[in-house]
């Protein structure tokens, strides 16, 4: 049991990536820590990420990858422990790992791996966790700042505030940072879902029902012109895949998106080249040396697609499926929300905080770290190394 009459030289709310990763660096600077946490387990998001392999970071991270109005406030933050850093850290406890395209590092074995280095880096440290304790209220006093909570009182002359997101509630998700950053008058920024799958009108739920389970490589575009290129999947409930996840970060309620589905190939030059290749093949056949079979199904259906053999199609007909399967539009009725999100878009602002130590300028003495920050990764580990960075910077500073 932790003892409540204590005065901690730092208190983390929240045993997740960034909380922890906090934690060890202040224990190893002589701190006294204690990691307060609602749930069972500690760092349970970690175990459920990457398909239970856990895409521990990528080895590409710089700020083009993350979204944030202040694109120097993450310049400094991966500047002072980078992804390498990390690499270092879990080469020395024996890690293994292997590499996935786009500079994707995943575990071998369970994503537990990362959760045990973690938490052996704490021990080592000598910090304290407690966990199945819920906040319920944080004020200051002369000495720094009190916590409330289901397992008793608690001081503490900092307070650390890693409690993150929204993103699923079924793992304990709460606005707890957002309510302590708004009761010290620090601006929080609105949040949605965000790498999250989209949801489609009914209409558009029926003319793909059959299509659910087809992958197609894509060049999926937001309004704002930013573009990502891997595959979309065909749900019952609309569009996923990692480059529909990657778009709805930059996606708005009532926007479209434009989906090249041959990005690979000129379909136009394409269907010249069946003309001299294959001329009295069906366009239909010939298409389905490019896309799915089920998906030209619906197009064909659709009346998309000629019922010619290639040698009879006009060039105006031709130039027409071209800049129909070239961009393609749709648009979505919204998203799955928080239950399916992997982050949050928004959260405390970063003009709030200090680049290099994530202190708020306004209160001294107190934190935010990690998710519960306005600081959005791309997929692909690109989160996770924000957590180990921000959680470093933080615990080097306290």
Known sequence: MTDVNKIWDLIIIGAGAAGLMCAATAGYRGKSVLVIDMGKK???????????RCNFTNQNANPDNYLCKNPHFVKSCLSRYSAQDFIDLVDRHGLQYHHK?????????????IVDILLTECEWAGVQLQMRSEVLSVGQNESGFNLTTTTGDYQT?????????????????TPLGYKIAEKFALKVLPTTAALVPFTLHEKDKQRFSELSGISIDSLVTAENGQSFRENILFTHRGLSGPSILQISSYWRAGQSVTINLLPAQNLADSIF??????????????????LPKRFVEVLSR???????????????EINSLAEYLHSWQIKPNGTEGYRTAEVT?????????????????????L???????????WLGGYNFQYAWSSGFAAGQAV
């Open 42 to 52: 500690p760092g349970r998001k970690i175990l459920i990420s990457g398909g239970g």
């Open 302 to 316: 659709e009346n998309r697609l000629p019922e010619k053999a290639v040698n009879q199609l006009s060039h105006s």
């Open 345 to 365: 878009l928004g959260g405390v602002d970063s003009d709030e905080l200090s680049s290099k130590t994530f202190e708020a300028k306004k209160v001294p003495g």
């Open 101 to 113: 395209t786009l500079g994707q590092l995943f575990c071998d074995n369970s994503a537990q791996d």
């Open 157 to 173: 002359k900092k307070l650390v505030v890693a409690s993150g997101g929204l993103t699923m509630p079924k793992l304990g998700a």
């Open 367 to 377: 934190y935010f770290i990690g998710e519960v920050t306005e600081v959005t990764g």
């Open 273 to 290: 080249e069946w003309r001299k290749s294959s001329p009295q093949k069906t366009l239909k056949n010939c298409l389905t040396n490019l």
